[in-house]
């Protein structure tokens, strides 16, 4: 077991590594250092020496790859490309654009993602395995039929719908929770509303996928051996139909558990919660490459570490699966 | 190809003659100059595309047999009905120019000036809509404005009220006391002309399935009638109707109200929602045919050739694939935005630079997206390479290239246009999101992203100015519902897990 991750882990080395030439190339190669100054400067401003001094604050002012002029290892490692992206392989971020330490934003601004991000992702877990039971249950009948097409309603509908709709109904109307901010102290009065809106804009997507993967189950000879012996069809579907579509989903669920850190990108900035969510699209929005890179970078890593996640879980929840 | 071919497809193999014919009267009863766009040349190739594909399928029984399944799914077919008339308004936005510029007394050297701004086809069809617009934000079928201004009196004396409409029920003379018995009245006019356009159509409908069954007409038309056709024409006609009704009312009521009301700069935004739907069509499709290529050479050549290529191929996807697609497409467009600002010179106006960016945008989300398709295609072409069949071909000494032609290829279409199917819906929905975050298409640019965008903050008004959201939440709900239910059927027919049952 123990060998099996670590070869997993080893395994992962080359990706990251691919995912920090994509993020070098796309920031540093595509556009040069100069253009992202001219950028930020505006047009007016530009000068040959307001550009070398936007460079020479940020550190962007070293030759992208290979330094000729410095003497030994230095040649190597006095470069953009190992300043700013290797030092990523060491969750060592640097500093922003506009000067603020990345590391120190992201680890105060992941408690309020992750207050939003789990019991959106649990409580959504829980009632979309409920909805696709109940479906399940009453298959090939018209609350089946009417189910589904609910379902692909509720699919139809944008996530900025349901934020939108939500705000209005409960913060304005109904004046029950407050429209949109974010206060440590008092969590759940800011929390409930965003919590609630990610559960039900899910829904559809959800019930609709976890359906599908109990009616595969249903198919199966060991359903009609519990049914031939007897077992009333409740019974059967609640014992051993949900165990066994309990697989795909939950060994589904492990990828998106570490992404959960990143926070909601769109019901954060809706709402105004200071999680990573929104940092990202503040950072996007005022063209703060730093965080960006930085941002794409912890991502792509968390992802990696999910599909570790994933192939360990099949191993605990299935039996039959052996890690070599 | 025969004329019966041609009748076979009366709808697919009328779009591309009815969009080159508009564009030839176009050009030359106006003098207009033609303007290719970036993505109009794609949308053109995209039409050509699908026409070659749907000529194949019409010779193959394998792929025919699924159509057939389709054309009788009730649910599919009505939402065909919708997505084609999106598919129509994006096609008629697809056709742009520049009209002459009009100068008195022209020279023949004047004649040939052009006025700056590029139009399209359909905005030359809802010109009352387009160029009618007042000075802010108005409520649907209003007569006054939304806020209020000061007005000078004859007398000197100044008051605050909501000012009169420029356009919006010009023509009432009292609108408290007449407004509604107009609306209603123009509303009767509106359904007459629906009434009269659905009539037509069902009339050509009737006669091109009396010419190809050799029947006539009232016998089809009572077989319709009755529901007991193969094909649900009943249920399609009436979608049709329901549509021919929302055209008459918007042909009637258009000119004389705002329908949906106007946005804060004044804009009618019915003629929003009508312009978006081109950028949401062509972002849905686009990016598709864009990364097809690629997830289609790629995923069959690792499955095929294994070894290192698999090797090479698979890294690739996975390092693609892990980094987060919203993160990666932000970081793209912010690097083209910035290439975009330093280069103004390659643009020659403002709609050819929107329109570059919303191709990039199209090439982004395709080169995120394609990782998928061909993961699921080197799957299955590893299942196929170990077929008897391609066992023997490879023993004969068929070449590769013809293996992968006459053998793989066959047995993964249905898998391809699933996806692409699929695919669809998430495009339109993730470029509202995209607008929003600010690295979708260009803020000039029409589409529904950038509508909620800038209705957003007009949440907090009171009273709340709340008809662009939803216009924008109807188009493009009525559009991906469409999709998605489309989609369902097209799997069904083509998923062969799923045709058994």
């Known amino acids: ?88 392989f060491a969750f060592e971020f640097g500093r922003s654009d506009a000067g603020r330490d990345i590391g120190y934003d992201i680890s105060q601004r992941m408690w309020p993602s992750l207050i939003l991000a789990i019991p959106i992702f649990v409580i959504g877990l829980l009632s979309n395995i409920t909805f696709a039971l109940i479906v399940a249950f009453f298959r090939s009948s018209y609350i089946d039929v009417w189910g589904v097409v609910l379902c692909v309603v509720l699919m139809s509908i944008s996530g900025m719908f349901y934020i939108i709709g939500g705000q209005f109904l409960i913060g304005k109307v109904l004046h029950l929770v407050p429209i949109s901010g974010f206060d440590m102290a008092n969590t759940f009065k800011f929390a409930v509303l965003p919590v609630l809106i ?36 409740s019974l059967v579907l609640f014992k051993h139909v949900l165990k066994n579509g309990m697989i795909p989903i939950l060994t ?73 | 190809m025969s004329v019966k071919l041609l009748l076979r497809h009366p709808l697919i193999s009328s779009l591309p003659i009815a969009l080159v014919v508009i564009w030839a009267i176009g050009i030359f009863a106006s003098g207009a100059q033609s303007v290719f766009l970036w993505t109009d040349v794609l949308v053109y190739i995209l039409v050509l595309t699908i026409c070659v594909f749907a000529l194949i399928s019409s010779s193959r029984e394998h792929l025919r047999d699924p159509w057939r399944q389709i054309v009788q799914h009730k649910l599919g077919m009505l939402s065909l009905v919708v997505l084609l008339v999106y598919v129509l308004i994006g096609l008629l936005d697809s056709v742009h120019f520049r009209l002459p510029l009009v100068v008195e007394n022209a020279t023949a050297e004047q004649k040939t000036v052009h006025e700056g701004e590029v139009l399209s086809v359909l905005d030359l069809l809802v010109t009352p809509i387009r160029i009618q617009e007042e000075k802010t934000y ?7 404005l939304h806020t209020t201004e000061t007005i000078e009196r004859p007398d000197g004396s100044r008051e605050r009220t909501y000012p009169r409409l420029e356009y919006g029920g010009a023509h009432l003379e009292n609108p408290r006391t007449d407004k509604y018995s107009d609306i209603a ?112 050479l790629l995923g069959i050549m690792a499955g095929y050739f294994r070894g290192w290529m698999d090797d090479v191929i698979q890294y690739l996807y996975t390092t693609l694939n892990s980094i987060p697609g ?39 989300l395709g080169i995120t997206s394609w990782t998928g398709l061909c993961r699921l295609l080197r799957g299955e072409a590893l299942k196929i390479r170990t077929v008897d069949f391609v066992q023997a071909s490879q023993a004969f000494g068929v070449s590769n290239f013809k293996i992968i032609w006459r053998h793989i290829q066959p047995n993964v279409m249905h898998i391809i246009l699933i996806a692409v199917v699929l695919d669809f819906s998430g495009l339109v929905l993730a470029e509202a999101v995209l607008s929003y975050i600010g690295v979708g298409v260009d803020p000039t640019m029409h589409s529904w992203g950038n509508m909620i965008n800038g209705a957003r903050l007009e949440m907090a008004r009171d009273p709340i100015v709340w008809w662009s959201l939803l216009a924008a939440f109807i188009f493009m709900f009525a559009l991906v519902l469409a999709a998605n239910l489309f989609s369902d059927a097209v799997r069904d027919a083509f998923d062969p897990r799923l045709r058994k049952q």
């Not at chain 1, 070398?52 to 470069?79: I, M």
């Open chain 1, 1 to 88: 077991m123990l060998n099996y991750i670590l070869r997993r882990v080893f395994y992962a080395i080359p990706i990251l590594i691919g995912v920090n030439l994509i993020t070098f190339l796309l920031f540093f190669v595509v556009n040069t250092p100069d253009d992202m100054a001219r950028m930020h400067l505006g047009v007016k401003h530009v000068t040959p020496e307001s550009v070398e001094q936007w460079k020479d604050e940020r550190g962007y002012n070293k030759p992208l790859a290979f330094n000729a002029e410095a003497a030994g290892l230095e040649k190597v490692t006095d470069t953009i490309f190992y300043q700013n992206s290797v030092n990523l």
């Open chain 1, 198 to 233: 990610g559960v039900v804009s899910g829904i559809g997507t959800g019930t609709r996928w976890y359906r599908t993967i109990f009616l595969e189950e249903i198919e199966k000879d060991y359903v009609r051996t519990a049914r031939a012996k007897g077992l009333p069809e």
């Open chain 1, 252 to 324: 589904g669920a492990v990828v998106v558990l570490p992404l959960l850190f990143m926070g909601s990108l769109i019901l954060e900035s809706f709402f105004g919660i200071p999680g990573l969510g929104s940092y990202t699209i503040d950072a996007i929005g005022s063209q703060d490459f730093a965080i960006v890179r930085s941002m794409v970078f912890l991502g792509s890593v968390l992802y990696i570490v999910g599909l570790i996640l994933t192939d360990i879980s099949y191993t605990i929840v299935d039996p039959r699966i052996r890690l070599q």
């Open chain 2, 138 to 144: 108005s409520a649907p079928f209003a007569t006054h």
């Open chain 2, 185 to 296: 009245m123009n509303s009767v006019l509106g359904v007459l002309v629906g009434l009269i356009i659905w009539s037509a159509i069902v009339l050509m409908v009737l006669f091109i399935l009396a010419m190809q069954k050799q029947a006539n007409v009232s016998a089809i038309a009572k077989m319709i009638l009755s529901g007991s056709s193969l094909v649900p024409w009943r249920l399609i006609l009436a979608t049709v109707g329901f549509m021919c009704l929302l055209l008459g009312l918007m042909i009637i009521l258009g000119p004389k109200y705002h329908i949906l009301g106007t946005d804060k700069v004044g804009q009618d935004v019915l003629f929003q929602s009508l312009k978006s739907i081109r950028t949401g069509l062509v972002i849905g499709t686009l990016s598709t045919l864009i990364m097809l290529p690629f997830a289609v």
């Open chain 2, 326 to 364: 919203i993160l990666l497409i932000a970081a793209s467009v912010l690097m083209i935005q910035v290439y975009m600002a330093n280069n103004p010179q390659m643009f020659e106006s403002d709609a050819e630079r929107a329109d570059a960016r919303l191709f990039f945008l199209c090439v982004i």
